[in-house]
């Protein structure tokens, strides 16, 4: 089960069952609590700008400060989307490697021009910056609460970038309302919130073999296939 600093807090205020000097055990209290606290904590615009300088977060084109939230970093909406042909398959086949991408259709929409999200339709697309997070950082991508208001998502469920993360997020963009919604290249479209882990890991994102994503620059299609036997 999940630690929580609740749950550390709960089991320090407990009497010890040795003998311990009153005095010595809140100084181990006060350790331990802060032990979690560095394990839970969320970076705020003053440390991720000095994460920024000293190299641990790293994102390119650099962000201009109308970018910067109180604990948060826009990023912007690139130029390409992935859309399935759907009238032109019956279903999905998540065995067949070449099936997904093969259903998908890549939309490179101009500069000042629209892309037109439909009602229940879903569509990849791709952030305008690049991230890349250091050995004990992790990323929390979000979405906009301005864009959620008019039925847009940006992702079901890929939300966390792992330590060591490199590339361009894929933004998985879905339109729950009754009209279809204009999304410009450029425009602000999701957040990333920034967590220190306790320690460095051991195998960062880039370096596992198996990785899928690490280093995309345009949304690249789930690659399921990998994973699943035939």
Known sequence: MQRTARHAAAELSRPPQYNIPARVWASVCH?????????????????????????????SPDLPPQQFGSCSVDFR????????EHSKHPYIDVRDKSAIQGIMRTITVKAGEPFILQPREFALAITEESLELDDDVLGRLEGRSSLGRIGIIVHGTAGLFDPGWRGKATLELSNLGIMPVALYPGMR???????????PVSVPYYKKADNKYAGQTQPLASRLTSEVSG
């Open 189 to 199: 479209i999701c957040s990333f919130t920034f967590e220190q882990l306790s320690s």
């Open 77 to 84: 909406l690139g130029e390409e989307f992935s859309v399935f």
């Open 31 to 59: 350790a331990s609590m802060a032990v979690h606290a560095r394990l839970l904590m969320v970076l705020s615009d003053v440390d991720i700008r000095r994460y920024l300088e000293s190299g641990k977060i790293r994102i």
